[in-house]
């Protein structure tokens, strides 16, 4: 039996994770939880991303909670830390500032994540971003300022999203994937095939 409040370490601040603390909160008003992220913000609406990108809201719409949200529900959330190890027989969670939280239950809400690209030639090259954080975001919005060209490389319907942002930018941006996925948008978007480029926005204005 434990003789101490619970204590609950999620891993990842997501909706998954934010939502979990939050519903651990209202059971149980004694626990302690700490909700632990990598990225430097509370929740933020990461489907939301696309919108941003293209302009048509601003990062404060993009925002779900505060700092102010976690302190008033005794939520400790800890920004900019990955976690790098978890001792599951011990019940410990180890974090690259050398913190070691010990837990009674552990959530692990770590969500997806986009691998770097791996193709001969890309290790090392600038400016090849993922689309996936708030943070890859501004960044792609800083680098946009300053190119005149883009490849969204991927077939999924995020990396459309991404193109929509290089257009309405009026950047010329190509999109190549390995699949026929690009067909199924096919009233939106030029085709796209395995293995080809499709030239995709602002039509009629070759940079070359
Ligand atoms: C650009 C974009 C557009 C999207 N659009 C849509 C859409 O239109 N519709 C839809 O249904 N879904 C969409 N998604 C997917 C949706 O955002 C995810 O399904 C959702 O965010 C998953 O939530 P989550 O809380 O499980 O994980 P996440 O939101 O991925 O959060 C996980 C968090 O854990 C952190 N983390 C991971 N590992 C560690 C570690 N070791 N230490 C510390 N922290 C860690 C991550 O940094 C992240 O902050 C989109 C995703 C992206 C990237």
Not at 102 to 130: C, E, F, M, R, T
């Amino acid at each position: 039996m434990t003789t101490h409040d619970k204590r609950y370490v999620i891993i990842g601040n997501g909706i998954t994770g934010t939502t979990a603390a939050e519903n651990l909160r209202k059971n149980d008003p004694a626990c302690t939880i700490h909700l632990l992220t990598n990225e430097a913000y509370p929740l933020y609406n990461r489907v939301s991303l696309p919108r941003f990108l293209q302009g048509v809201i601003v990062e404060q719409k993009v925002m779900i909670r505060d700092f102010a949200w976690h302190e008033q529900r005794n939520i400790q959330l800890v920004t900019e830390t990955l976690v790098t190890d978890v001792n599951t027989d011990e019940r410990v969670v180890v974090t690259d500032k050398g913190q070691q939280l010990p837990y009674d239950a552990l959530l692990v809400a770590s969500g997806g994540w986009a691998n770097p690209l791996q193709v001969p030639g890309a290790k090392g090259v600038q400016h090849i971003y993922n689309f996936v954080t708030l943070d890859d975001t501004k960044t792609i919005i800083e680098r946009m300022l300053d190119s005149r060209t883009a490849l969204a490389y991927g077939g999924s319907f995020i990396s459309y999203e991404l193109c929509d942002g290089f257009a309405v930018r009026k950047k010329w941006c190509s999109k190549l994937c390995e699949d026929k996925e690009g067909a199924h948008y096919p009233d939106r978007y030029d085709w796209c095939w395995s293995g080809y480029c499709t030239e995709y926005s602002y039509p009629g204005q070759y940079p070359y």
